[in-house]
């Protein structure tokens, strides 16, 4: 089965820029999709087509996705943005869809 | 907008629960509707979809055969039937609005006891 794969962490401190991978084979011809849960509360749309941005959602938020890889990049993180990220996306039929295994963003 | 789960609850393994999904604030029967749970622990897992007048369903590989996705447009509403549940469902269950997951409720608890 199709597989999405994101580190399980990644930490920075307050104002520097924190970057997120996403891995699959698909993801050059399927979108990714990108959702920041935060504890105790429903995941939330942060990116949608690979990059772009809900309204909202701040602009230091962004997209982009080179070959298999797709990146959600924070610049001048805040510690409000911690919590968990995941990328999302179809297989290549595009009836099956896959999270990556999320990734822990600390900042401080 | 916005979507509103019932129906989680305590049930043994084996059993049976059925999932329900208000739907308000937008024309319900022009989107694509999805399931998604996370189990404790776990990261988020899509469950299964639903086009906008239910002739296409996909589900996951682990709960094909065991779950039903439906909707009731009339009523604003969809539905996810488990059955043959597993201590693995165990999970908090959303529903999202679109496949691509633009909007989402608050969830609903699913505790599958052995």
């Known amino acids: 089965s199709y597989e999405l794969t994101q580190p399980p962490s990644v930490s920075v401190s307050p104002g520097q820029t924190a970057r997120i991978t996403c891995s699959g084979d698909a993801l050059p011809k399927k979108y990714a999709y990108w959702y920041q849960q935060k504890s105790g509360q429903a995941p939330a749309l942060v990116i949608y087509?690979?990059?772009k941005r809900p309204s909202g959602i701040p602009d230091r938020f962004s997209g982009s996705t080179s070959g298999t890889v797709a990146t959600l990049t924070i610049s001048g993180a805040q510690v409000e943005d911690e919590g968990d990220f995941y990328c999302y996306s179809a297989d290549s039929s595009g009836n099956h869809w896959v999270f990556g295994g999320g990734t822990k963003l600390t900042v401080l | 907008v916005q979507l509103v789960e019932s129906g989680g609850g305590l049930v043994q393994r084996g059993g049976s629960l059925r999932l329900s999904c208000a739907a308000s604030?937008?024309?319900?029967?022009?989107?694509?509707m999805s399931w998604v749970r996370r189990a404790p622990g776990k990261g988020l897992e899509w469950v299964a979809n639903i086009n906008q007048d239910g002739s296409e369903k996909y589900y996951v590989d682990s709960v094909e055969g065991r779950f039903t996705v439906s909707r009731d447009n009339a009523k604003n509403s969809l539905y996810l039937q488990m059955n043959s549940l597993r201590a693995e469902d165990t999970a908090v269950y959303y529903c999202?609005?679109?496949?691509?997951?633009?909007?989402w409720g608050q969830g609903t608890t699913v505790t599958v006891s052995s």
């Open positions: 604030g937008f024309t319900f029967s022009g989107f694509w």
């Open positions: 087509e690979g990059s």
């Open positions: 999202a609005r679109g496949a691509y997951l633009y909007v």
